[in-house]
């Protein structure tokens, strides 16, 4: 069964600290592993998608990493409008579905 | 803004009643999809449409009933729900096409609450 595990559950940083978030998957075959990130009662907004093993993407102080059974998110010198919920998802080829971890939450204080 | 916009953006029902979500997508996509997001849980996939066709259903009550009347056009009609149907409802579309690999852009949501 296609699944997805993210860690840590919540994340804590002070402005400046730079840190990673986790996205461990099991799929038949991938066709695309996708970053988000979600604020509060909004709809997710798409970060990055990632191809194959070895592919890495970068977008201001964020960048993603993906291996054979994992990707991370690193977040280089972090400021507070980074806090978030950031989502992993991933799509099995020949399907339409994503499916999704249960995020990060993300605390970045001055 | 994504492209993606659904209304209302709040809803509150009762579980007699019967109400319905929209959504519509400005993007030139040919796949829709509806999402539940709870409160601790990981988004879960409802309905799926490519090209007009329901490719997914993910088990969903009967009370939930998806209508894709065109590809920039999604529904999801509600009647007689109950107070564990209360969730954030996501809309979002992609490409559609499975030789591409696609990113899917969300809409806002419908914060629904059942009383």
Known sequence: ???????????????????????????????????????????????????????????????????????????????????ATYLCAVQAKNTDKLIFGTGTRLQVFP | ETGVTQTPRHLVMGMTNKKSLKCEQHLGHNAMYWYKQSAKKPLELMFVYNFKEQTENNSVPSRFSPECP???????????????????????????????NTEAFFGQGTRLTVV
């Open chain 1, 1 to 83: 069964e296609d699944q997805v595990t993210q860690s840590p559950e919540a994340l804590r940083l002070q402005e400046g600290e730079s840190s990673s978030l986790n996205c461990s998957y099991t799929v038949s075959g991938l066709r695309g592993l996708f970053w988000y990130r979600q604020d509060p009662g909004k709809g997710p907004e798409f970060l990055f998608t990632l191809y194959s093993a070895g592919e890495e993407k970068e977008k201001e102080r964020l960048k993603a990493t993906l291996t054979k059974k994992e990707s991370f998110l690193h977040i280089t010198a972090p400021k507070p409008e980074d806090s």
């Open chain 2, 70 to 100: 065109n590809s920039s056009h999604l529904f999801l009609h509600l009647h007689t729900l109950q107070p564990e149907d209360s969730a954030l409802y996501l809309c979002a579309s992609s490409q559609g096409n499975r030789d591409t």
